[in-house]
C-alpha cells in the first residue's frame, strides 16, 4: 500500500516533532500500518472518505455501560474479579434518564468538536443497542430502549459525525475467551461478533466511523478481519475504520499520549485517567493542557479524541462539563486554527506551541512571558504579525537568528492560550541546529 501523503509532508516527518503538554514524545518515523498486513480500502479512496476527518480534528468519545453505574472504571469486572453473574446484574440497574445523549452531544458541540464516538459494547460485553444476538442488552434490560439510537439522533441533530466503538474482547460472551483453542467456540463467537457489526452497520442509517478495541484472543485471520471489514464497507461505503481489528485500515491510534504518524491518526485521551466514570478519580487535566494537546494534534495533522465518563444515570461529570466549557470558550475564538491547521515544521519553544496554514504561522503561547514573545530558528523572512483573532498589529523584530514580537499586553490577552498570527514569506520552518553551530562566539569573551 503507498502512502496517502505527497513527498513534501514524507519529508517533513524528519522534522516532526510532537510533544504532549505533559512530556516530549518520540516521533514515529515508520508508517506502521502501512507495512503490517492487508487492509479494505485504496489510498485514493481514503482521502476522499477523510477529508471531514482532517477537518475535524476535534472529537468527543463517550465511554457508557454498566460500569458507568458501578463508578470504578471500566474495567473493574476484570481487574476486581466480579463473577459474571454477579456483574451481570448491574444490568436490572442501568437505566439512564431518557435522551441523557443530548446533553453530550450539546457539550461536544460547544466544545467546537466535530465527531462522536459512543461505546456500543464495551468489553464486559453488554450492548448498548438493539441486537437479535443476545439478551444482555439495554433494549432488553432494565433501560428498555435502544441507547446506541438515542446517542445516534442526539449526535446528529447537533450536527456531529458519528462513530460506534465496539469492543471485539468480550468478557461475558460464554465464546470470549474459549475462542482462541475451541475451533467451534470460534466459529459461534466470530459469527456473533460479526453480526453485531453488521446490526450496527445496518439499522441506524449513515455511519461515519466504526472504532474497534482490543483484539484479544484471536489474530486478525480468526476474526476474519478482511472479510468484517469488507462487509462493513459494503454496507457503509464512506465509513471509516480505525486499526484495531489488527489490521490498518483507515487511521492509527495512539492511546493516552500524542504521537505524530505518517499515515492518519488520532490521540485518544482522557481528561482525568479513567474512560468509564470513576467517581474518586480526581486527576483532571486543566482546560489549558487540553487546549495545549488540541494544538499538539494540529501541528501533527492529526486528531484528538477526548474522553467524558457518563455516570450511570447518563449526566456528565461536573468536572468534564466545566473543562469541556472553557475549551469551547477558546474553540469559540480559535476554531479555524485548530480545524485548518496543516503539518507545520516549526516546533521549538518552551513557551509556545505553533500551527500553521500556509505560509502563516500561528503561536500558540501557552506560558506567557510578558511583553515580549521571542521565537528562535525561524528560516523565513516574518512579512507581518498580529493578535489572533482580534487582528491587533504586533511590532516585530527580526535578526538572523531571532523574532522578537513586542509592545504585546504584560498579561496573557487569552486566558489559557493566546495566539499571534504571523505571515511568513514561505512555509515557515526552523532551524535549531543553525543557532548552536552558528551565532557569533567570536570577541564576546567575558
Ligand atoms: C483501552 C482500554 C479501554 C478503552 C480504550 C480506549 O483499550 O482497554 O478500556 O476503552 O483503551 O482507547
Known amino acids: 500500500m503507498q502512502s496517502s501523503f505527497k513527498p513534501s509532508r514524507r519529508a517533513l516527518l524528519g522534522t516532526l516533532g510532537v510533544t504532549a503538554a505533559s512530556a516530549a514524545l518520540p516521533v514515529s518515523l515508520f508508517a506502521q500500518a502501512e507495512k503490517s498486513g492487508p487492509t479494505t480500502s485504496t489510498v485514493a479512496d481514503r482521502d476522499r472518505r477523510m477529508k471531514w476527518w482532517h477537518e475535524a480534528r476535534f472529537g468527543m468519545f ?64 453488554f450492548c448498548n443497542f438493539d441486537t437479535k444476538l443476545t439478551n444482555y442488552c439495554a433494549p432488553k434490560q432494565a433501560a428498555g430502549r435502544d441507547l446506541v439510537r438515542e446517542y445516534y439522533e442526539a449526535a446528529r441533530s447537533e450536527g456531529m459525525h458519528v462513530g460506534f466503538y465496539y469492543s471485539l474482547m468480550d468478557w461475558h460472551h460464554p465464546d470470549g475467551a474459549r475462542c482462541a483453542t475451541d475451533e467451534a467456540a470460534r466459529r459461534r463467537f466470530v459469527d456473533y461478533i460479526h453480526g453485531q457489526v453488521r ?10 466511523i466504526l472504532w474497534y478495541d482490543v483484539a484479544w484472543p484471536l489474530s486478525a485471520e480468526q476474526w476474519e478481519s478482511v472479510k468484517m471489514n469488507k462487509m462493513v464497507r459494503q454496507l457503509q461505503p464512506d465509513i471509516l475504520i480505525n486499526n484495531r481489528a489488527k489490521i490498518p485500515e483507515d487511521f492509527t491510534t495512539p492511546e493516552q499520549h500524542i504521537q505524530a504518524f505518517q499515515e492518519p491518526w488520532e490521540a485518544c485521551m ?33 486528531n484528538y479524541l477526548l474522553n467524558i465518563g457518563p455516570k450511570g444515570d447518563g449526566s456528565i461529570p461536573d468536572e468534564s462539563t466545566e473543562i469541556l466549557t472553557n475549551v469551547g470558550r477558546w474553540m469559540d475564538r480559535h476554531a479555524p486554527v485548530i480545524h485548518e491547521a496543516e503539518l507545520c515544521k516549526v516546533r521549538s519553544s518552551q513557551l509556545a506551541n505553533f500551527t500553521r496554514n500556509g505560509n502563516k504561522l500561528y503561536i500558540h503561547v501557552h506560558f506567557w512571558p510578558g511583553q515580549t514573545v521571542s521565537i528562535g530558528g525561524l528560516t523565513n523572512k516574518v512579512l507581518s504579525a498580529k493578535l489572533y483573532p482580534d487582528g491587533k498589529p504586533v511590532t516585530f523584530h527580526q535578526e538572523e537568528f531571532r523574532v522578537q514580537f513586542m509592545g504585546l499586553p504584560a498579561i496573557s490577552p487569552d486566558p489559557l492560550v493566546t495566539v499571534l498570527e504571523v505571515e511568513c514569506d514561505g512555509e515557515p520552518n526552523q532551524d535549531m541546529l543553525n543557532i548552536r553551530k552558528n551565532r557569533k562566539r567570536e570577541g564576546v569573551g567575558i
Open 62 to 125: 463517550v465511554h457508557f455501560g454498566l460500569y458507568s453505574v458501578l463508578g470504578r472504571h471500566e474495567w473493574a469486572m476484570e481487574e476486581e474479579g466480579i463473577p459474571v453473574a454477579e456483574y451481570q446484574q448491574l444490568a436490572k440497574a442501568f437505566n439512564p434518564k431518557p435522551f441523557a445523549a443530548r446533553a453530550w452531544a450539546k457539550l461536544a458541540k460547544q466544545a467546537g468538536m466535530k465527531y462522536m464516538v459512543m461505546t456500543t459494547k464495551h468489553h464486559e460485553g
Open 199 to 208: 446490526e450496527l452497520c445496518t439499522n441506524y442509517g449513515k455511519l461515519d
Open 270 to 302: 482522557t481528561m482525568n485517567d479513567s474512560w468509564g466514570y470513576q467517581a474518586a478519580d480526581d486527576d483532571w487535566k486543566s482546560p489549558k493542557t487540553i487546549v495545549r494537546n488540541l494544538v499538539t494534534c494540529a501541528r501533527g495533522y492529526g
